[in-house]
């Protein structure tokens, strides 16, 4: 894969924006950064610098290495306890190495989070100097020690108003935190990291990491806290501000970094570029890289297998809202789409591990929702994204975990006795069955006793198919079956469905967030956006139309064509 | 070399035995050995270990089904127990003597065991999560409120109502006539003036663990396994977990109540009103020590746990009595088993975490 760093205007692009800035350091260099977990390479070779005042959007689909790659740059336990980091990391010509968010705070970084770290019963100002407040002596705290020091209401109140005047919005100090709306709650949060003055110890709040922040916020305070950006960037502030809203990454940066696979793929300057090409950068690989073979899938002539009718699934954090999907007899369809717009609710509320409602009609025949035994005795089978919660059973044997779904559901390995009476378990065929699993998959593992728990994520998922493969079912949800798994295991699970797909004409529903890994095994592909199907392609479209799909809005798609 | 290979298997095979086990076996052999030193007899000892064994090891049995199915310990067996002695005191209401009593006793208690668990099973899965002190509420109300029905319940068996009222339970009534020894006598080897083996107690629990474990190679008892391994896993294979959780805790109190039929009989007395109230804790920490989790028991558990446990509780009190003079054997048996479930409960934390 060549990195498109040969890309000419791109490097005039960053010269330009090296002479604007000649005669000053940047405040934040970042050089040869790499990370691997446990020999996964999630990040490799990130080079880029930021200069005062200047804004950077972040942008990449879920899992490209934006959050890890914050995560190094605080100093974040979970990097340390996964064995560091390589390269470099320079403020303001200065190699740091944080070991604590605390030394990247006293630097001063801040960080605004996705999730809102606020006390509800507090109010903005508390909120803001939360363990940072100014403290007045009196009697008893030189009786008892400084922990008897009180609060000084008016110098935080002072320092509130300074930091919220920075943002100007229109923030009540005093205003509790659980009666804000949400925007109000993002206020406080960044405050909070203004208010972080210059003291001896540490120094002022010079840049601010915003992840995703516009991400709750209604239009109108998505606004204000865009203005409020601009006016922190003139007063000197370096912000990098990480967004799935392309739109506004386009309004408000001055550069805009795309990250896809751990790597760096862009760094542009915002002007001039539209929606189209960031979307086709974060989610597209080069031209020719994908060997695809198409496969003229005859959908005029294949029957319907499943048909979900105004599906809605109640699966916290990816709702599905009114989902009609006809998936053909022998097809590998692909569903896919930003995390949290629901499409993993489509399989767990299908096969009724989540409350469902709607249809869903199996070879004509209407299956009732809500209970798994149904989904499974019509002849359906799920892997479950959540493979050590639902997956598996993790400490009981491979033998176990592969025949018990088919022994439960079809009465195989049984042996009966006493007229069928009394259903014993058959070791032997158990035994063999695994066996045969292990060595078609190529499971890496002691025995068929081990446990699954010993085993790597990759040969886990391995388990999970051979589970679902000796039911035999005739048609297969697969959801996420590549997540957390090596590059070398991915491809073995991918070409082991596409050959059960073709072998046994099993028809595969796949849900994925990776764009490419859809576009590689399967026929269409559905891009589910806000619990809805917004889309279906044919997998050979280009990457960049299904990056707009995904972005899932059509009119901001449009606006950004144009321009 | 050889010494190398000697070490790591003693070290694998104290692994697989586990090392509280190893402790508490060397303690109790100690015990043992010390024993004819201090004027205690080595034949009665054996003797009355034996028989502890059998009278206890059934309702540690019990323990195994709602083990399996995930919830956990039944600190509820009082409630197995008083389905016994239901099942016990109707027998002797109907007044026919001899072993078929026993036979009786189970017939009776049957339905009841059923009835109770079911209840019991239905209220363990509201309450998923917590069953342990669930559980344990369940026993101790189970127990006030049947001291109250023994008494108002019509029974009028001579043998077993209050003597000056003619109405109401005793506290404690004789199996004498009935069914007392039916199963210690059975097959009993006498092979010295001290020690006997109660064959047929053990026969009887032998026959009940084989039919446990045969149900755990069942199609129904996988799923029950399977269950307590992972429920969301056996739900997503089609399982009601719900029924299989019942399920299991009716096996569990049915085999509360054949347990305290089986002690019964040996013991020679029914013991009423607050006589089940602290039936749960032996039980729970003879398995505990036998070596099973709060997820995963096996019969060689029950076996192993209740003679060490009951080893412990016979040799305690006689050895230490004899050696020292002092009655210390009290504490020390409730330091063991309530360590034990400590300890027991503490490891759960650690699978977890």
């Known amino acids: 894969m060549t990195v498109v760093w040969a890309d000419k205007s791109h490097n005039q692009v960053l010269k330009d924006i090296k002479e604007m800035h000649e005669n000053e350091v940047p405040l934040l260099e970042m050089k040869h950064i790499s990370k691997d977990f446990f020999g996964n390479k999630v990040l490799t070779d990130i080079n880029f610098s930021l200069n ?281 369809l692909g569903i896919g789409g930003m995390a949290g717009q629901g499409k993993l609710g489509i399989p767990n509320g299908a096969m009724g591990l989540f409350p469902a409602g709607g249809k869903v009609i199996f070879e004509g025949k209407e299956i009732a929702l ?159 956006s806000d619990g809805k199907v917004f889309g279906i392609l044919p997998a050979t479209t280009d990457s960049a139309e299904f990056g707009l799909l995904m972005i899932g809005q059509k009119s901001q798609v449009l606006e950004g064509g144009s321009v | 070399m050889n010494l190398q290979q000697l070490t790591s298997s003693a070290k694998g095979l104290v692994k697989s035995f586990g090392l509280p086990r190893i402790i508490i076996g060397l303690f109790l052999l100690s015990l043992f050995i010390t024993a004819p030193f201090v004027g205690v007899n080595i034949g009665t000892s054996l003797s009355d270990t034996f028989n502890r064994f059998g009278m206890n090891a059934v309702m540690v049995l019990a323990m195994v089904p709602m083990i399996h199915s995930g919830c956990g310990l039944n600190f509820g067996l009082p409630l197995g127990i008083i389905a016994g002695l239901l099942g016990a005191t109707i027998s002797l209401q109907v007044n026919i003597p001899g072993p078929t009593s026993f036979l009786l006793a189970i017939l009776f208690a049957t339905p009841f065991a059923v009835i109770l668990g079911w209840g019991y099973g239905q209220l363990l899965n509201r309450v998923k999560g917590g069953e342990m002190m669930i559980a344990t509420y369940v026993g101790f109300s189970s127990v006030a409120f049947m001291c109250i029905m023994w008494l108002l319940l019509p029974f009028s068996n001579p043998t077993m109502v209050w003597g000056y009222s003619g109405t109401g339970l005793r506290t404690t009534i004789s199996t004498e006539g009935y069914y007392r020894h039916v199963l210690n006598d059975f097959l009993s080897i006498q092979l010295t003036d001290h020690l006997t083996i109660p064959t047929g107690m053990l026969l009887f629990f032998a026959l009940l663990a084989c039919i446990i474990w045969a149900f755990l190679h069942t199609k129904t008892g996988t799923a029950m396994t399977a269950v307590g391994s992972n429920s969301v896993f056996a739900r997503a294979s089609g399982i009601n977990v719900d029924k299989i959780r019942t399920l299991s805790v009716i096996m569990s109190t049915w085999l509360g109540a054949i347990g305290i039929l089986v002690y019964q009989q040996s013991f020679g007395f029914i013991q009423l009103y607050m006589g089940p109230f602290y039936m749960a804790l032996p039980a729970v920490s003879a398995i505990l020590i036998g070596g099973a989790s709060v997820n995963k028991a096996s019969i060689l558990n029950v076996v192993i746990g209740t003679f060490l446990f009951q080893g412990i509780v016979t040799m305690t009190p006689s050895v230490m009595n004899s050696m020292i003079h002092t009655d210390m054997s009290e504490v020390i048996r409730i330091v063991v088993s309530n360590g034990m479930i400590l300890y027991a409960l503490t490891r759960k934390a650690e699978v977890t975490r």
């Open chain 1, 52 to 332: 005062k005042g200047e804004i950077l959007g972040l942008v990449g689909e879920n899992g490209a290495g934006k959050s890890t790659l914050m995560k190094i740059l605080f100093g974040m336990d979970e990097i340390h306890q996964t064995g560091g980091y390589g390269g470099d990391i320079i403020i303001n010509g200065e190699k740091v190495q944080f070991s604590s968010p605390i030394d990247a705070l006293a630097k001063g970084i801040g960080m605004v989070h996705q999730e809102f770290s606020l006390l509800p019963d507090f109010t903005a100002t508390e909120n803001i100097l939360l363990n940072r407040e100014p403290l007045k002596y009196t009697v008893f705290s030189e009786l008892f020690g400084e922990r008897l020091n009180i609060l000084d209401r008016e110098k935080m109140d002072q320092i509130a108003e300074r930091a919220i005047g920075r943002l100007k919005v229109p923030l009540d100090k005093d205003m509790m935190v659980s009666q804000m709306p949400v925007g109000h709650k993002q206020f406080t949060e960044i405050a909070r990291e203004l208010s972080k003055e210059a003291t001896d110890v540490v120094e002022g709040i010079k840049l601010l990491v915003l992840d995703e922040p516009t991400a709750v916020l209604s239009e109108q305070e998505a606004d204000s806290l865009l203005k409020a950006m601009r006016l922190l960037s003139e007063s000197g502030i370096s912000i990098i501000f990480i967004s799935h809203r392309l739109q506004e990454i386009i309004d408000v940066c001055n550069t805009i970094m795309v990250m896809r696979d751990g790597q760096i793929i862009k760094t542009v300057p915002s002007q001039g570029v539209v929606i189209a090409d960031i979307a086709r950068w974060m989610v597209g690989r080069d031209v020719g890289s994908s060997k695809r073979e198409a496969r003229g899938f005859d959908y005029e002539n294949t029957p319907v297998l499943l048909s979900l009718q105004n599906l809605w699934v109640d699966m916290p954090g990816e709702v599905v809202r009114d989902v009609s999907l006809d998936v053909h007899k022998g097809e590998i």
């Open chain 1, 370 to 528: 809500n209970n798994p035994r149904h989904f499974l005795d019509a002849g359906m089978a799920f892997v479950s994204e959540d493979r050590r919660g639902v997956g598996l059973l993790l400490d009981e044997s491979l033998e176990w975990n592969i025949s018990f779904t088919a022994m439960q559901i079809q009465e195989k390995y049984l042996k009966r006795y006493l007229g069928g009476l009394l259903k014993w378990r058959d070791q032997a065929a158990i035994e063999e069955e695994t066996e045969s699993y292990v060595k078609q998959l190529e499971i890496r593992c002691t025995s068929t006793k081990q446990k699954a728990k010993e085993l790597s994520g990759g040969n886990q998922q391995k388990v999970c198919l051979a589970k679902a493969f000796a039911v035999g079912p005739k048609l297969l949800f697969v959801s996420e079956p590549t997540r957390g798994i090596d590059i070398g295991a991915k491809s073995l699970v991918l070409k082991a469905l596409r050959k059960y797909n073709e072998e046994n004409g099993t028809t595969i529903v796949m849900i994925s967030s990776e764009l490419e890994e859809l576009r590689a095994i399967c026929d269409r592909v559905a891009i589910i």
